[in-house]
């Protein structure tokens, strides 16, 4: 089975912290997503990587950043938290084995910016 | 960003009773899933849909691909109290792995 696991479940941060969080996945997949989830809204892609040391943008990029130094690892840094940055952040990752392939989620990461 | 059109947004039923759900899209899709997602955890795939006209079952669910490749209805049968949570349909336009996910449906059943 795919796992997806993410490094907090529930965090809470004050305004204008640096906030790091953490994805892992144990699947040797090529591709990883980070997305924030609000009431309403649905699943917003903020970032996605398809290689180590690749990056592209998605729809919602502005205040944050990502790293992916490693294959199983991709990470979401708030370089300034900020209120409207409180949200449920998931971690997706797929494989390239076929052209469009499924994406597998992690638990997820309540963030809470006061 | 887009977004799909995901009805009904929410939904009591009896236990025992069939729900169906679906989502349309004004883009052409080549992939469609659905997922399921329990309070405060990540979503869980259940079904993938691959090819235009494509019905897939996973136990008590059943997913299609409409033909136009532009919907996808779920079905669950004969529902339990489980099945409590919310359902997401996505989908896939491009081949560039950037999902477009719906709003959910709410599934709230009644023992």
């Known amino acids: 089975d795919v796992k997806v696991t993410q490094s907090s479940r529930y965090l809470v941060k004050r305004t204008g912290e640096k906030v790091f969080l953490e994805c892992v996945q144990d699947?040797?997949?090529?591709?990883m997503f980070w997305y924030r989830q609000d009431p309403g809204l649905g699943l917003r892609l903020i970032y996605f990587?398809?290689?180590?040391?690749?990056?592209e943008k998605g729809d919602i990029p502005e205040g944050y950043s990502v790293s992916r130094e490693k294959k199983e690892r991709f990470s979401l840094i708030l370089e300034s938290a900020s209120t409207n940055q409180t949200s449920m952040y998931l971690c997706a990752s797929s494989s390239e084995r076929q052209f469009t392939d499924t994406q597998y989620f992690g638990p997820g990461t309540r963030l809470t910016v006061l | 960003g887009q977004q799909l059109n995901q009805s009904p947004q929410s939904m009591f039923i009896q236990e025992g009773e069939d729900v169906s759900m679906n989502c349309t899209s004004s883009?052409?899709?080549?992939?469609w899933l659905w997922y399921k997602q329990d309070p405060g955890e990540g979503p869980v795939l259940l079904i993938a849909?691959?090819?235009?006209?494509e019905l897939t079952s996973n136990g008590r669910l059943t997913a299609q691909f409409g033909i136009t490749r532009k919907d996808s209805f779920l079905n669950i049968s004969a529902s339990i109290p489980s099945d409590v949570g919310i359902y997401f349909c996505?989908?896939?336009?491009?081949?560039?792995?950037?999902?477009?996910f719906g709003t959910g449906t709410r599934l709230k059943v009644l023992a």
């Open positions: 849909l691959y090819k235009a006209g």
């Open positions: 883009s052409i899709f080549n992939t």
């Open positions: 990587s398809y290689d180590v040391k690749m990056k």
């Open positions: 996505a989908g896939d336009t491009s081949g560039t792995y950037k999902y477009i």
């Open positions: 699947m040797d997949h090529e591709n």
